[in-house]
């Protein structure tokens, strides 16, 4: 409740109220707040107030996400592992060093740098998993170099919005 807080009390001015009396308010919040009991991981309870306070703001806020969006990235929220949460977020620092024709593309071989401490079929596997959501893209060469190194890795844009908006609470 108190991260909660911190998020409302920074959206000031942007929050309508009457939302909490829709349907819609209370299924997404009962989503999150399912989250909150089962995890006491930060990055779960920091998403899941970012995920209610995005449903309070005003409809005509541009940063505003649909229902749809919403309903679909807390199940994702839900679904993904922590390890899968990290290697979404080096996806965009590592996206975000690239040059601007490839902003959103890199190899495998780069985004290992972030996680010399695990092993490539792990890292591999986290993406796996982030690709089951189409939060990025995994694309596999003619021709294979050992440990994954040269498979192209693609942030979508709904991973892009998923790390920014609610785990970064970017908004």
């Given amino acids: 409740m108190d991260i909660l807080g ?25 989503s999150c707040y399912l989250i909150i009991i089962r995890s006491q991981r930060e990055e779960k309870l920091r998403a899941a107030a970012n995920f209610i306070a995005n449903l309070l703001l005003k409809t005509d806020d541009p940063a505003k996400s649909s229902y749809t969006e919403l309903d679909h990235l807390v199940r994702c929220l839900d679904t993904l592992s922590i390890g899968a949460i990290g290697v979404l977020g080096a996806c965009l620092r590592v996206g975000s060093t690239a040059p601007m024709s490839k902003r959103e593309t890199f190899q495998f071989e780069q985004l290992r740098t972030e996680f010399e401490d695990l092993e490539p079929s792990l890292v591999m596997s986290l993406l796996s998993e982030l690709r089951s959501m189409n939060l990025v893209a995994i694309q596999e060469p003619g021709i294979r170099t050992a440990d994954y190194g040269n498979y192209l890795i693609e942030l979508t844009p709904i991973g892009r919005r998923f790390i920014e908006r609610f785990i970064q609470g970017r908004f």
């Fill in 6 to 30: 911190e998020k409302l009390n920074s959206l000031e001015g942007r929050i309508d109220v009457d939302i909490v009396d829709k349907d819609d308010f209370s299924e997404l919040f009962k």
